[in-house]
Structure formats: structure tokens, C-alpha cells
């Protein structure tokens, strides 16, 4: 019988790709460590890019994503947005209609999606606007039948995660991004990839 051969393409913005990390591996890094490649052959590729809000995404993702998609394998996407709608005064509505173009053009595609929506930060204010939109983001993936895993509401009073923001000007570090990728690995990533969760 063939393996199974699963490409996984994830975008997002600079926490994807591990900045203030001391290990430089960020929370996907860690996940990927902790996904079996026995049982299929599994390639990541990760497409992280800093200072960019939904619209910026939405519109690059599908050509980056596609180069490195392959005929014939289980292709699948990690979305992983950014908080800066927040800044640039992006409605949710927008937001929403952003994230649920990407979502629909992968299915069109046959690319199953997992979404990590963004974590909190320290300031309130900002938070109850990103709340908004971590709700936002997870009713489209969820009305479309794919997985979102939300660190928001876990991670808003973690006590581990607002002291390691602190001591990381407002960006997680090492205790951070564990707390993130156990989230991940804990919240359907096992399943959406159709592999046994290792014991």
C-alpha cells in the first residue's frame, strides 16, 4: 500500500514563524515535531510574513501555497491571522469576508483547513477587539466544516502567558509558544491530519 504523502502549507504572520523564540521554533515548529512521520510522509512548508492584515493575505496566499501543493497528495493549509485588522480599523465583517475567501478557495481546491486564530496581548483594550474578531474568524471556519482552534479565550488570563509576554515586550517567548503549540496539538490537529495522537 502507497504512504500516504501530506503537504502542509501554513501562513501566516511572524508568530508562525517563531520571532522571539530562543529555540526558533515557534509555535508550528513544535507542533511539527510533535506530528508522527511514520505513519505518513509529511513535508511542512511554513510562509510567514510580518505586517500583514487579512486583505494582504488573502490575496497572496493561494499563489505562494499552490507552488509548493502536489498533485496526487493530501494537501492541506494552516491559516494563521495576524491581530493587525485590529490596527488598521479593518471592520470584522471585512475580516470575516477576507479569512472566508481564503477558506473557499481552498476547498475549492480540495485543501482541508485548520485556522489558529490570534492569541491575546496585554492591553484590554486591544484584546476586546481581537476578541471580536478571534469569534469572527472561528463562526466562518466553523460554518464551513473546518477546524479552529482558538487561543484567545485560553490563553486571555494564563497566567504563564501574560508573564511571558511581559518579560518579552509583548511577544511570547519559550513558555509562550509551548503554551500555543499544546493548544494546537490538543484542539484537533491529530484528527484533522487523520493521525494517531502519539501516546
Do not use: C
Request: aromatic share 8%.
Amino acid at each position: 500500500m502507497d504512504q500516504r504523502n501530506i503537504r502542509i502549507v501554513a501562513v501566516g504572520d511572524e508568530l508562525l514563524s517563531g520571532v522571539g523564540d530562543p529555540r526558533a521554533l515557534g509555535w508550528f515548529g513544535r507542533v511539527m515535531a510533535r506530528t508522527p512521520q511514520n505513519i505518513a510522509s509529511v513535508a511542512a512548508y511554513n510562509l510567514a510574513a510580518p505586517g500583514e492584515g487579512s486583505e494582504l493575505l488573502n490575496s497572496r496566499w493561494f499563489e505562494e501555497a499552490a507552488r509548493r501543493f502536489s498533485q496526487g497528495a493530501d494537501n492541506r493549509l494552516v491559516i494563521a491571522p495576524s491581530t493587525l485588522d485590529v490596527d488598521l480599523d479593518i471592520t470584522s465583517a471585512r475580516s470575516r469576508l477576507n479569512l472566508a475567501n481564503m477558506v473557499d478557495m481552498a476547498s475549492q481546491n480540495n485543501v482541508k483547513v485548520l485556522v489558529v486564530g490570534p492569541p491575546p496581548t496585554l492591553d484590554a483594550e486591544r484584546n476586546r477587539r481581537i476578541a471580536d474578531l478571534s469569534a469572527a474568524y472561528a463562526d466562518v471556519v466553523t460554518r464551513r466544516n473546518h477546524v479552529y482552534v482558538d487561543t484567545f479565550n485560553p490563553l486571555l488570563h494564563h497566567e504563564q502567558w501574560r508573564n511571558d509576554l511581559a518579560a518579552n515586550d509583548g511577544r511570547p517567548g519559550q513558555s509562550g509558544y509551548g503554551l500555543m503549540a499544546w493548544l494546537v496539538l490538543h484542539r484537533g490537529w491529530y484528527s484533522w491530519l487523520n493521525l494517531p495522537e502519539p501516546v
